[in-house]
């Protein structure tokens, strides 16, 4: 068994996969190459199984990899890899689902802290210059924060990392109240979490929060109508993807006065240019799509994919498969 | 719908992208001082081409260079599409639509001229009928 690993694995995964094959490690991350056309037809040159983050396994690289017969990529979703033509080919395509649901619900509650208490402009008031008791009014005048408890936080999809944020918030004494049509009652009870529908989620929550896929059913789903029916002084938070909400009717709704204020971590372009509308205003925390960003969700990503690989050379069936369909015929 | 249907409307373009490239006022001018040369695969059509600024001097065209010092490897839809004002060039290569190898950051630097490269692009489509 040969297995090529051009995702950023730990060494734990690669001491666990290397019990079953010979193992190439050859980093996207350290490598600086993302592989594609012919350079990836010539590295799965004899390779079975193929564990990927980045490389762009499109239709035309199946006929030409004939030993192939595995491939993990290590994302949600398998964007980079055409799916109906593996399908075809009859290879399974593993995924990792939740790799880094830690490390966006971190991101999300660090949001939901900074908004509440000011955080960007409180912590460079000291380095300003000027006078010292000034400052100090202002900070208790101005400045004064806001706590999580008892705030009520409105999650926009109870995924993986919906839950997380849900587990964490719940920590600081606040209510959870969710919308996701993919979820039970009974599901969300046990999570501490009331679903409601989306129109009385933001009429009720003080701080909303996007966790969800873009699908057809999310695309432009928090438009004009939908930042006018959230409560006046609510925090809106995007560490999801850009094209759940509307970027121009949030800038308004933020102008206006209507929210105080708002974090993101994605934008329709990324990056923004630095004299994007959003980034003009004081009330909105801005970072560059940082939420993945770990040294940990490499572990997290190693172990969802190696256990699943596991299953597969052990003959049982995978968890995270985004081509089921495949694994009833599958033989190595 | 694809830009191209054929390999051969594809480079027909870079043939003539090529031309114009070396004979560009602007590119030989921002060429001086510099010494890079990229190379382009596109699979879906299994066509090379490459560019290289040779302090003061352009050269391109279509084939398989042995050595190059980045390589960038896309769909013909993505190139096109970059020239053209359809596709953000780092969405794409976040999204895994634009691969990359070599001295990427040598690559990065000429964002600046990407302006110049869309102008010969569009001229190019248009004088092969695209």
């Known amino acids: 068994m040969k297995i090529l690993v051009t995702a950023q694995l730990d060494e734990e995964a690669l001491v666990t996969l290397r019990r079953y094959g010979e193992v190439e490690y050859r980093s996207y991350g350290e490598q600086m190459q993302v592989l594609a056309g012919s350079k990836l037809v010539k590295a799965l040159e004899g390779v079975n199984v193929l564990v990927t983050e980045v490389d762009q396994v499109r239709r035309y690289v199946f006929p030409k990899v004939p030993e192939l017969r595995v491939i993990s990529c290590c994302r949600g979703s398998p964007v980079n890899i055409d799916l109906e033509a593996a399908t075809e080919y009859g290879i399974p395509v593993l995924t990792t689902p939740g790799r880094n649901a830690d490390a966006v619900a971190d991101l999300t509650v660090l949001f939901m802290l900074a908004l509440l208490r000011h955080f960007l402009p409180v912590a460079s008031i000291l380095r300003e210059p000027g006078d010292g008791m000034e400052k100090l009014a202002r900070v208790f005048t101005q400045y004064r924060g806001a706590e999580l408890w008892e705030k009520t936080v409105g999650l926009v999809g109870l995924g993986a990392v919906g839950r997380a944020v849900a587990a964490r918030v719940r920590a600081f004494g606040a209510y959870v109240v969710a919308y996701d049509p993919y979820v039970t009652q009974e599901q969300a009870n046990a999570l501490g979490v009331t679903l409601l529908s989306l129109d009385e989620l933001l009429q009720r929550a003080d701080i909303i929060s996007l966790h969800t896929a873009v699908t057809d059913e999310t695309t432009g789903l928090i438009g004009e109508r939908e ?11 995007n560490t999801a993807r850009p094209a759940l909400a509307d970027e121009t009717a949030l800038y308004h709704a933020l102008r206006d006065g209507h929210l105080a204020g708002a974090a993101l971590d994605v934008f329709q372009d990324e990056p923004p240019p630095p004299d994007h509308p959003l980034l003009r205003l ?22 969802i994919a190696v256990a699943d690989l596991v299953r597969l050379f052990e003959g049982q069936r995978p968890l995270h498969c985004a081509n089921p369909q495949v694994l ?5 | 719908m694809p830009a191209f249907q054929t390999a051969e409307e594809f480079k027909q373009v870079l043939a003539k992208m090529a031309e114009l490239m070396q004979s560009d006022a602007a590119l030989i001018q921002a060429s001086k001082g510099k010494n890079l040369t990229l190379s382009y695969e596109f699979p879906d059509m299994d066509v090379f081409f490459y560019t290289s600024f040779l302090d003061g001097k352009v ?3 279509l084939g398989e260079l ?14 096109d599409g970059m020239f053209t004002g ?16 070599g001295n990427v950051a040598a690559a990065m630097r000429l964002q600046s001229l990407m302006d110049d490269f869309k102008r010969i692009y569009l001229q190019a489509r248009s004088e092969a009928g695209k």
């Open chain 1, 227 to 237: 930042f006018r029916l959230m409560k006046k002084g609510a925090y809106f938070i």
């Open chain 1, 282 to 303: 004081d009330n909105v925390i801005a970072t560059p799509h940082i939420g993945g960003s770990t040294a940990e969700v490499i572990t997290h990503q190693s172990r």
């Open chain 1, 328 to 332: 009833d015929h599958f033989r190595w």
């Open chain 2, 59 to 61: 050269e391109a065209g």
């Open chain 2, 66 to 79: 042995e050595e190059s010092d980045a390589q960038l490897t896309m769909d013909s839809d993505i190139f």
């Open chain 2, 86 to 101: 359809k596709v953000n060039a780092a969405k794409a290569a976040m999204k895994g639509d634009l691969a990359f190898s």
